[in-house]
């Protein structure tokens, strides 16, 4: 699908380089992996692939930096076509899941193997390795070898040695999925603050939302090979454009039913409910709906719902689950015609309810979202 340029977001820098995907295509015989793929990422920008597996992603991250052939489309980097020249005279640096570090190499050596390629003299050599293993925050274990870091010393090396010889384009495929959480959320931070410090276009692929919503600037949700929307992660968390990008992207509380223009809004009615929301369905009177809130937006009561106030909008449930998350709680708790749905509760905030516990559950209707029903997405997510 065409993706237009933001007009705000990270501004243009002289180190990063603008990526066009123009109708980018994959096929592999009669497979296709990446289905018509358009999209500008801006010099600088952070941008994140985000899908679950086969969703085309690193399929497209792999056509960018060469290593697969486009079969259709094109792709142009800094307005000049790249897609017959070879991945090593792309420039582009490039760090994977699995490190792929020398391990009879030391570490200096193992970042030093891009300059080495590109027969830069052995002082400069020395000097930008040096300056890379400062950016990484490891200046003293040049002499080391793979084999005695940690993972995560690891894979800041491999980060060291994609970013050593300053490309204007660094892409990432999945590079912390193999970390342990607490290592991963240290790192996430390290990747932000290197993508401020050296300025190039990052490219980085992730099949999770939280490490997506956390690093990037702009995130483009892949789906069935093709991209479903982009945006910054406050566009898509909280106006998703598909019930997909609505599920695939944090939690979301969902009431089905029909949807009836009201006003400058719309009525959901569906099984026991009839809730207003600001939105409305393309196709207008009769269209199937489901309307999306997320569980934070979302109240719980024991208050006579005769006392909630006007215009807000109030269904009854019943508490069939409590998680316990230490800074807050989620209930899950079955709506009107059997459907499940989640309430996000703070700490210091928490309602006395407890599992099966009537309540009735309350939000605004701006915010929810309104969008067009598919029922095939719920096979992906159950």
Known sequence: MPVDRPEGGTAPTAKGARIDLRGMTKRFGASVAVDDCTLTVEPGEFMTFLGPSGSGKTTTL????????ISAGGLEIDDLPVGGIPAHKRD???????????????VAQNIAFPLRQRKIPKAERQ???AAALETVQLPDHAARYPGELSGGQQQR??????????????????PLGALDRKLREFLQLEIKRIHREVGSTFVFVTHDQEEALILSDRIAVF???????VGTAHELYERPATLFVARFLGESTILRGTARPDGAGSTLVGDGFAVRTAGRVEGGEGGTAALVVRPERLRLTTDDPAGIPSGTN???VTVVEEIYLGAARKLEVILP???????REQAGALSDLRVGDRATLCWHPDDGVLLPDDPTIERIFT
């Open 92 to 106: 582009i640096g490039v760090v994977f899941q699995h490190y792929a570090l020398f391990p009879h190499m030391t």
């Open 127 to 129: 000097r930008m390795v």
């Open 157 to 174: 090396v491999a980060l060291a040695r994609a970013i050593v010889f300053s490309p204007r384009v660094l892409l990432m495929d999945e």
């Open 314 to 316: 109030a269904v009854p």
């Open 223 to 229: 789906n069935n090979a093709k991209i479903e929307q």
């Open 337 to 343: 015609g059997g459907a499940r749905g989640l309430v």
């Open 62 to 69: 792999n056509m960018i930096a060469g290593f697969t052939d």
